[in-house]
């Protein structure tokens, strides 16, 4: 009996600490399977989103962050990405779940909705932009330049989408000038070519045309594009309707457009027809340097029924008509050729730029004039923003906001000063101005920007057979909204 208690004490005694074994065990197994249905998923989410697996470590959504993310500057010549912050590995599955199975995925990092088909094949997505001027003209000799006025210097509205990988669409109607007219209206072809990226084009697109020529006004740093894009023109203006294609490399491009009149062209008479050209190259491409050279040039063949070749342009904002440089008067133009070099520099948050132009119109009585541009410019990111170029194309795009002001932060701060000059007087009915503009820019994110233009003028439009020149200032504020 004493041995039958001494084995029941000890099994009573070796039981609990068995149980206690096989607990253990259980629960570290279901910790390693744990793990691995975790690494599957990161696995799986990675395959869909085409993106490295997210940190598993990161905070839930409710859990507020004791210390705010890091924000670095977007590389010297990268494309605008979106401002979210990367959401939870339960919400990025939660967002693919729901994109396939609903059949679509709806993407808000451009500031509008974009709708993309679960595979991929087709998008949509509308675009658009406010821009509204305020301003104020002062020291002129000339009474009815004193204005003060407010513009809707372009409300514009479109749409946007790609069908499967290679077709894309884009449309855009403008309200802008007191007028309606169509801007953007294209089909484009994506696809290699001899081992790049190339773009074939049919219908209503921008020239290709110098760094603030071949950019959008929401893009550029001034709140219009400097005089050697505005007045080293075709007589079409800043858009023709026609064919355009475009080759891109690594830090280079080369475009060609052959067009006919703009597409709201009245249709009295047969359409002129320009080609143009335009190559840029990016010699230097580091993380703290970049360089930007250019090239472009036109020929024209003028419409028999242009009877205004030349552009007339305005050098104190465009809300004061009363102020703008003479185009002069060219009876009978046929012909025109036009050209162009760039060059500018990129270090962190600094930039630098400048661009000349000419122009020579020729008549049917054999009459020739020459017209000449150029201008230079620069500017500072005071927030530690990079300059918005883009390497892809060599144009201006808009900055990644690094705090923006909607979210609590301060916003992206630019300086930026230029000088610039415009002669049509070779044409004796014709003028010339300068322009001295200082402007700072606040983008409040990457789709709001406040802006503030002082410019100091000077005009000399000739008037009843003399020279009258004129010298004063003006000061434009702008609010825009592009998206």
Do not use: C
Request: net charge neutral; glycine share 12%.
């Amino acid at each position: 009996m004493f041995r039958a208690s001494l084995l029941a004490t000890s099994l009573l005694i070796a039981a609990p600490a068995a149980a206690q074994d096989a607990d253990v065990a259980t629960l570290a197994r279901l910790v390693r399977e744990q793990a691995a249905r975790i690494e599957r998923l990161e696995a799986r989410l990675a395959a869909v989103e085409g993106t490295a697996a997210a940190a598993t470590d990161a905070p839930p959504p409710q859990v507020a962050q004791t210390t705010p993310p890091v924000r670095t500057p977007a590389p010297l010549g990268q494309s605008l990405p979106s401002d979210a912050h990367p959401p939870s590995l339960e919400a990025r599955m939660a967002r693919v779940e729901r994109a396939q199975r609903e059949n679509a995925h709806v993407d808000w990092s451009k500031g509008t909705p974009e709708f993309v088909s679960a595979d991929g094949a087709l998008s949509f997505r509308p675009r658009g932009r406010i821009l509204i001027d305020a301003g104020t003209t002062t020291g002129s000799d000339v009474a009815n330049r004193n204005v003060t006025a407010t513009q809707a210097r372009s409300l514009r509205l479109g749409i946007e989408g790609t069908f499967g990988k290679h077709l894309s669409y884009l449309l855009e109607g403008d309200f802008a000038d007191n007028e309606v007219a169509i801007k953007s209206a294209y089909l484009a072809w994506t696809t290699g070519f001899l081992g790049e990226q190339a773009e074939f084009a049919l219908g209503n697109r921008l020239n290709d045309r110098g760094l603030d020529g071949s950019s959008g006004t929401i893009a550029v740093p001034f709140l219009e594009r400097n005089v050697v894009a505005q007045g080293i023109i075709p007589a079409r203006g800043f858009f023709g309707l026609g064919a355009a294609a475009r080759v891109y490399g690594k830090g280079w491009h080369v475009g060609v457009q052959l067009s006919g009149d703009d597409i709201a062209n009245p249709g009295t008479a047969g359409d002129g027809m320009t080609i143009a050209a335009r190559a840029h190259w990016n010699p230097v491409r580091t993380d703290d340097w970049l360089v930007h050279l250019g090239l472009w040039g036109f020929h024209e063949r003028l419409a028999s029924d242009v009877s205004r070749p030349t552009r007339s342009i305005a050098v104190g904002g465009f809300y004061n008509d009363n102020l703008r440089i003479a185009p002069g008067s060219f009876p009978g133009p046929v012909s025109g050729d036009g050209y162009g070099v760039e060059l500018g520099t990129f270090h962190h948050s600094l930039w630098a730029y400048a661009e000349a132009g000419s122009r020579q119109l020729a008549n049917r009585a054999g009459d020739t004039t020459h017209q000449n541009a150029w201008a230079v410019q620069g500017g500072w990111f005071l927030t530690g923003e990079t300059p918005p170029y883009l390497t892809r194309g060599g144009v201006w795009s808009r900055p990644k906001v690094l705090r923006p002001f909607t979210t609590g932060g301060s916003g992206a701060v630019e300086l930026a000063a230029r000088y610039e000059e415009l002669d049509y007087s070779d044409n004796p009915t014709a003028g010339r101005g300068t322009a001295l503009t200082l402007g700072v820019n606040w983008y409040l994110n990457n789709f709001v920007r406040l802006q503030l233009n002082a410019i100091d003028w000077l005009l000399a439009n000739p008037v009843a057979g003399a020279i009258a020149r004129d010298h004063g200032r003006s000061l434009i504020g702008r609010a825009q909204i592009a998206f």
